[in-house]
């Protein structure tokens, strides 16, 4: 016997939508986490590039610190052409870093190996174009070595600078130096790419596994649809078995008897379908229980082409055997066991339609 499913066809949808509501939560939960994690770590790696260049940053103004202790100890009485050639003539520079030296707001010197030395031709708002820069410029202390980050032709420049007095002027000296030679260092640059490529695989992978588990998700979710309709359709079909096998069960000739009034219009039934041959048999019992027992008997015993009727008289049943032989019939009365006592009071085959016509009336009441 096939199972029913108790499960209500609106109630699934309304757990199935509430299920479909809680995934887009969680999936937009999951791609906003995703998106604060990589902007965590954006923000983390220009941490590092800030850090490595402030730890640069300090160590250059150590540098600078030194040079302007060795600018004190030069001859004073010097001229400007000469405390340049003095002084500066012999400190190092390269592709990446030069020294400017800077009297009032005029450039007295800029060194760059990519470049020939030059002397007094323009001034500093000529040459620390940006705001950045000039600002920096500006600020610097006597004295005191500071430095800070700046931008000029387009680069960015870690700068290290100081305000002194010689020969009772004063001089502004700065070192630059270009932060890409800083960051593209072979280790810093090696550990940044590491970090970048880990940052990029991590943020594929979870957002790969993401999309992986919405695409099941998402069949699950279709193959849980599917199912459930499967199921309202199965139910629904059990449902309409159900009531054909309970329509049936009121009417099947296995479980009801009827009144022999109703005889008549059965046999005349039988006749317009021409549903033959017919084996009409009247029994009597000793009792009414037997009669019961015999009923009841011939429930589970009598084929379903075995109708019964009850007769006026308690003790008596006439049974209607369709398309039985009376050799059949009889075998097929054998097997129900009773306890009291059965008689066949008359018997009779009607082979024929023409055969209707001869029954007798006791058949009848």
């Known amino acids: 016997m096939v199972e029913k499913s108790t499960r209500k066809p609106g109630n699934t949808e309304v757990k199935i939508g509430k299920r479909k509501v809680k995934f887009k939560v969680i999936a937009g939960f999951i791609a906003l986490l995703v998106l604060v994690l990589e ?22 103004d150590a540098y600078v610190e030194l040079v302007m202790e060795q600018i004190a100890l030069r001859d004073p009485d010097a001229t400007d052409d000469e405390i340049i050639k003095q002084i ?3 400190l190092d520079a390269s592709s990446g870093k030069y020294w400017t030296l800077s009297k009032d707001d005029y450039l007295v010197f800029v060194k760059d190996v990519l470049e020939t030395n030059r002397y007094k031709g323009f001034t500093t708002s000529t040459y620390y174009v940006d705001q950045t820069a000039e600002d920096y410029l500006n600020s610097l202390r006597k004295n005191w070595v500071t430095h800070q980050v700046i931008r000029m032709n387009g680069d960015d420049y870690v700068a290290s600078g100081v305000e002194f007095e010689y020969a009772g002027k004063s001089y502004r000296i700065c070192l630059l130096t270009n932060t890409s030679v800083i960051l593209n260092n072979n280790a810093f640059l090696s550990a ?11 943020f594929v992978v979870v957002l790969v596994t993401f999309m992986s588990l919405a695409v099941m998700m998402d069949k699950q979710s279709a193959e849980k649809d599917a199912l459930n309709d499967h199921i309202v359709q199965q139910n629904l079909k059990i449902d309409e078995l159900d009531q054909e096998v309970l329509h049936m069960e009121q009417y099947s000739t296995r479980w009801n008897s009827y009144n022999e009034s109703v005889l008549p219009t059965f046999l005349e039934k039988l006749r317009e379908r021409k549903t033959f041959p017919l084996y009409l048999m009247k029994l ?3 009792r009414t229980a037997s009669r019961e027992e015999f009923l009841e008997s011939a429930q589970m015993l009598l084929d379903k082409k075995v109708l019964r009727f009850t007769m006026d008289e308690e003790t008596e049943l006439l049974l209607l055997f369709i398309q039985f032989s009376e050799k059949e019939a009889r075998n097929a009365l054998s097997r129900v066991q009773i306890y009291g006592r059965m008689d066949i009071v008359k018997e009779q085959t009607v082979a024929f339609a023409s055969d209707m016509d001869e029954l007798d009336k006791e058949f009848f009441g």
């Open 192 to 202: 940044k790419i590491t970090i970048s490529i880990m940052l990029i695989l991590t």
């Open 88 to 90: 500066l003539g012999t």
């Open 284 to 286: 009597r019992f000793d």
């Open 39 to 60: 902007l965590v770590a954006a923000y983390q790696l220009v941490r590092y590039d800030q850090g490595v260049l402030s730890i640069y940053a300090e160590q250059q």
